[in-house]
């Protein structure tokens, strides 16, 4: 079946790059996501890419695809101690002909030091 | 504020009972989905609803069930409530046929069975 895999933690220092990656099985998924979720907060949209294309960069995000391996990686730019939560990386699966649930990953949690 | 609202924000209750989740979609978007997160589960879709029809079903107990109402505005109705069914659950709406089908997640009601 479908599996979205990340690891769940990453450390990092303010300032410095923060790079989160992700696995995906679904070889038919046309659309994946990074969500951020904070300490009792719902999930925010962070960015979204198509599984045609190998980059998007948004501001201080940027989001690299590698179709063929199925590595999807969500780097933050100068990260702030703002940016400390749980990144959540999704896949969506696509059935009568639009975007269907999406299968998330475990999250993986940012703490960034100052 | 992703323009999803869900009351209650929080629901404390007994095993046995039943509850009720309320869901409003952002405006315009016709599809609504139910999701759970437990600790030991991570974020699990339950079921869609598309302009009022049930679209696609996933780990959703058969004590558990939705609606969608001609308004678009979405129920979870949760029954004979176990201390397992103590977990966050979200509702998120999305266009359909839209550019991304990108899902926006209400802030979640965060359920307690006692």
């Known amino acids: 079946g479908e599996d979205v895999e990340q690891s769940l933690f990453l450390s990092v220092r303010e300032g410095d790059s923060s790079v989160i990656n992700c696995t995906y099985t679904?070889?038919?998924?046309?659309?994946l996501y990074w969500y951020k979720q904070e300490p009792g907060a719902g999930l925010q949209l962070l960015t979204y890419?198509?599984?045609?294309?190998d980059m998007k960069q948004d501001q201080r995000l940027t989001v690299l695809l590698n179709k063929k391996d199925k590595h999807l990686s969500l780097r933050i730019a100068d990260t702030q101690t703002g940016d400390s939560a749980i990144y959540f990386c999704?896949?969506?699966?696509?059935?009568?002909?639009?975007?269907?649930?999406?299968?998330f990953g475990k999250g993986t949690k940012l703490s960034v030091k100052p | 504020d992703s323009g999803v609202t869900q009351t209650p924000k929080h629901l404390i209750t007994a095993t046995g009972q039943r509850v009720t989740l309320r869901c409003s979609p952002r405006?315009?978007?016709?599809?609504v989905y139910w999701y759970q997160q437990s600790l030991d589960q991570g974020l699990q879709f339950l079921i869609q609803?598309?302009?009022?029809?049930?679209?696609a079903k996933g780990n959703i107990l058969e004590r558990f069930s939705a609606q969608q109402f001609p308004d678009l505005h979405s129920e979870l109705n949760l029954s004979s409530l176990e201390l397992g069914d103590s977990a966050l659950y979200f509702c998120?709406?999305?266009?359909?046929?839209?550019?991304?089908?990108?899902?926006?997640f209400g802030p979640g009601t965060r359920l307690t069975v006692l």
């Open positions: 679904d070889s038919s998924s046309t659309y």
């Open positions: 405006s315009g978007d016709l599809s």
């Open positions: 999704a896949e969506s699966l696509y059935y009568g002909g639009s975007q269907g649930n999406l299968i």
């Open positions: 609803y598309y302009n009022g029809e049930e679209r």
């Open positions: 998120a709406s999305s266009e359909v046929g839209g550019d991304s089908d990108t899902q926006y």
């Open positions: 890419i198509f599984s045609n294309m």
